[in-house]
């Protein structure tokens, strides 16, 4: 880290900061909207983290200075309302409220934050956020908190404060995140398996393409899509089908005319992302990178046409990817409409793959794409500093 950051909070709060918290962004390899679904995700940290700096006060004030913003939010313990005009702030206040829910004892707190992952890009700038205020408070004031509660918490703050009804692959991930490891999660059980993934040894990367749509209507979409696969899965369950997990597309046919189109296609592409998880696991395990492509793509074909969550951006990045010699696969990631998408590119090929996308979205006047080329990185941390 930078020591500067220690030198600007001594000048923001006369005082010196006690510990630094830091947690990851993420992209997800695999296993998209089936986190909600009890399904299988696949997730892996990326190396751009968000960093808080903190130290407790004696009184309940809690005073936040977000660096790249350049604001500061004040409030008090014992009156945490969300802000209608500094909706990062939310996070953070989500994550003391949530601590103060569960009954712990907290003071109030000078704190610092910024981060250098990219906001509602995709790649879960608030998830980054959340776990690492969590990650640093429950450091600061003793409470012992195992790492999948720390997820479900941070989960549950956003879910409750901020009012976004995430699932809990993006915390999960960043809490559990490995360098150069990928995370098999079973979201019904919380049973996780992290495994390497040899990209580097392959001469593969992982590029990001930032479409920069961000869709005002995303949250109401993304809630939508939830209550369609529920309603899904109510008929199946009158069919003796217990979970997503358990369905299988045959099962699923026979519920097709019951169950109505919308929600039998949103079920198609639950069931079938679950099974592209498992195998996306067995190609990885074999380093079978081509295999693990043609899933993205899959998977791709499956968010566009089944669960409707694409873009003509984000469906530039598949369509490109096929016709791409280096590109081995590449898909949305995260909750669609807008943010981004991912490709696995043979690494001598990504700066000519860049530059086909951004001439391609030009072409198509769409808005100026960015890129991130991403490794995979560390969970969460925490240090002290005195
Ligand atoms: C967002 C949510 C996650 C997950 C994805 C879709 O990133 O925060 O919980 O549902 O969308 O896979």
Known sequence: MDDSKIGLFSR?????????????????????????????????????????LATPRPDSRVRIWADDFQQEETFDLD???????????NYIKGIFWILKQEGYRLSGVDAMVWGEVPLESGLSSSAALEVSVIKGLSSLFGIDLPGVILAKLAQKAEN??????????????SVFGKKDNALFLDC???????????????????????????????????NLRRQEAARALGVLRGKGVRSYKEATVERLENAREEMGEIPYRRARHVI???????????????????????????????????????????????????????????RLVGAGF????IALLEKQTMEGFRKRMQAEAAERGFPRPEFYEVAIGEGASVSRLD
């Not at 695999?30 to 997730?43: A, R």
Request: net charge negative; charged share 25%.
């Open 272 to 330: 079938t992302e679950n099974e592209r998880v498992r195998k996306a696991v067995e190609a990885i395990r074999r380093d079978d990178f081509c295999g693990l492509g043609d899933l993205l793509f899959r998977s791709h074909q499956s968010l566009r046409d089944d669960y409707d969550v694409s873009c003509p951006e984000l469906d530039l990045l598949h369509d490109v990817g096929k016709g791409f010699a280096g590109c081995l696969g590449a």
């Open 160 to 173: 409750d404060f901020v009012g976004v009804q995430c699932g809990l692959m993006d915390q999960f991930i």
């Open 12 to 52: 923001v709060f006369h005082t010196r900061p006690q510990l630094l918290a830091s947690a990851p962004g993420r992209i997800n390899i695999i296993g998209e909207h089936t986190d909600y679904n009890n399904g299988y995700v696949l997730p892996a940290a990326i190396h751009l983290r968000t960093r808080f």
């Open 188 to 222: 019904e059980t919380l049973d996780f398996t992290l495994f390497p993934l040899h990209l580097e040894k392959a001469g593969l990367g992982i590029l990001v393409y930032d479409t920069k749509v961000r869709r005002e209507l995303a949250s109401s979409e993304y």
């Open 79 to 89: 009156a945490i309302s969300p802000s209608e005009k500094c909706r990062w702030a």
């Open 338 to 341: 807008g943010g981004s998408g």
